[in-house]
């Protein structure tokens, strides 16, 4: 009798073709007649690469799958530098080589233009990029007391998950911060309220790192003088937040000097760990100076800087106007960019208003008068209530449209639904567009656009 022939495994691969929003790789499925099926979306697969894959969601266009065997690998694939890479949530782009993740978020930018906003600009411009390791100055940190395992845990989540990732190391934080994750862990392990302690919030500026201890509990016997022995030992700040952000109050050493500077501009920016701030110190320097040279401010000018926060563009654009008008929806936040623009020497040449700027309308936009410039930097939603009041300036007030706009994007679908707006209904032509690498090792897509009026 013949000896039975064993059975050969057969390998479902795909071609892909393109990465994702989330940094998946793209591919599509063949039908029987050798036409494109449904995609399939394969994390941690790379343009070019022909891959297996195991699908774990499957929907009738569509499947999620992760990555098998690399038939065919990509040029660009690089060895991840971090050893947590794949687990924490932290980075999905590291198995991709640092220029080639600027040229993919630019193909994200210029496809969501043509697809959603159905807009091209007149030119691409150069990508603002600079250090690819240990940028990151601002981070909020997980901790969870596993009792399973007999340890604490400090970091990101796992990826796609509620679980802190096992870090003792991370490479996207400075190196300070990162050799610091195995003390904290040993100190938290220390304290009396161990169990009330569900997140530390990491904020560096320029000569102090501040962390922000989210305690739901007093601190008890012992907890101080651990505290205290720790700052001094890696010269940090402790602050406590007993309830929401505006309740972090500085407690060793009491006094804080936590601020950036703009060097280019004299500026120099106090904050508090909790607010919001640029993560990438070194872009934001570069995203002002970039910003506010096609902004093209003159002297003579009066300029509006919408969804201003703190004053990080407010306060530059009013070293080189003649007057500037910050708007935000919180007074908090306004009364500490007055406070902020005093502090600098420029408050004859700033005003702060607060206003919903997610319901504003053209009536609002007279109100506040002549503008020659916009400068708008909206969070993720966007600022599709401004683009459409100035759709609707276009017929109420004609006169009263600014010539430039410039717009700061952190969601390029969003850009890209706003910019439809300003190209297609309110008259003004897209002239510059480019992409902001302020999170290297991510799929987070930061940009930048130009608008001149017709």
């Known amino acids: ?40 979306f394969v994390e941690g697969a790379l343009p070019g690469e022909v891959v297996g894959f195991n699908s774990y969601r499957k929907k009738p266009s569509w499947e999620a799958a992760t990555l098998g065997p690399i038939v065919k690998e990509s040029s660009q694939r690089i ?81 796609k998950s509620r679980y802190v990732a096992n870090m003792e190391t991370c490479e996207i934080l400075p190196p300070h911060i990162s050799n610091m994750l195995m003390p904290l862990r040993d100190l938290i392990t220390s304290l009396t309220i161990i169990e009330a302690l569900p997140q530390i919030e990491l904020a560096i500026g320029e000569n102090v790192t501040a962390m922000v ?66 993560v990438n110190h070194h872009i934001n320097r ?11 401010v003159q002297k003579d000018e009066r300029i509006l800087d919408l969804f201003c926060g703190l004053g990080n563009f407010t306060l530059p654009i009013a070293t080189q106007a003649r007057e500037v008008v910050g708007i935000e929806g919180s007074t908090a936040l306004t009364e500490r960019a007055l406070d902020n623009a005093k502090a600098n020497g420029l408050a004859a040449k700033t005003s702060f208003a607060t206003r919903n700027l997610f319901e504003a309308k053209a009536e609002d936009l007279v109100a506040l008068g002549k503008f020659d410039r916009f400068l708008v930097d909206p969070p993720r939603d966007g600022a599709m209530a401004v683009c459409q009041a100035l759709i609707d300036l276009a017929t109420l007030a004609p006169e009263l449209r600014p010539k430039r706009i410039v717009y700061v994007s952190c969601s390029p679908s969003t850009l890209a639904r706003d910019a439809g707006m300003l190209v297609n209904e309110a008259g003004y032509t ?25």
Request: glycine share 8%; net charge positive; hydrophobic share 40%.
């Open 1 to 40: 009798m013949a000896p039975s022939r064993p059975h050969l495994l057969i390998m479902n691969t795909i071609n892909i073709r393109s990465l994702d929003m989330d940094a998946r790789g793209v591919g599509h499925l063949l039908n029987e007649d050798g036409s494109q099926g449904k995609v399939v």
């Open 79 to 159: 060895t991840p530098k971090c050893p947590h890479y794949g687990v924490c949530g932290g980075c999905s782009m590291q198995h991709l080589e640092p220029n080639a993740q600027v040229a993919m978020k630019q193909r994200v930018l210029e496809d969501n233009l043509a697809h959603i906003g159905k807009v091209k600009p007149e030119m691409v411009m150069r990508p603002i990029y600079g250090p690819t390791w240990g940028y990151r100055y601002r981070a909020r940190l997980s901790v969870r007391n596993v009792h399973k395992k007999g340890i604490v845990l400090v970091g990101f989540h796992e990826k």
């Open 213 to 278: 201890l989210r305690i739901m509990q007093p601190l008890g016997a012992g907890d101080a003088e651990k505290l205290k022995a720790f700052a001094d030992q890696h010269q940090v700040q402790w602050w406590l937040q007993t309830a929401g952000p505006d309740s972090a109050e500085p407690y060793y050493p009491a006094h804080s000097d936590l601020h950036y500077l703009l060097p280019e501009f004299g500026v120099k920016m106090p904050f508090k760990p909790t607010d919001f701030t640029q």
């Open 286 to 296: 570069v995203l002002v100076a970039r910003a506010l040279g096609l902004l093209d």
């Open 430 to 454: 897209m002239t510059k567009a480019g992409v902001v690498n302020m999170f290297p090792h991510t799929s987070h897509v930061e940009s930048m656009a130009v608008f001149d009026l017709r």
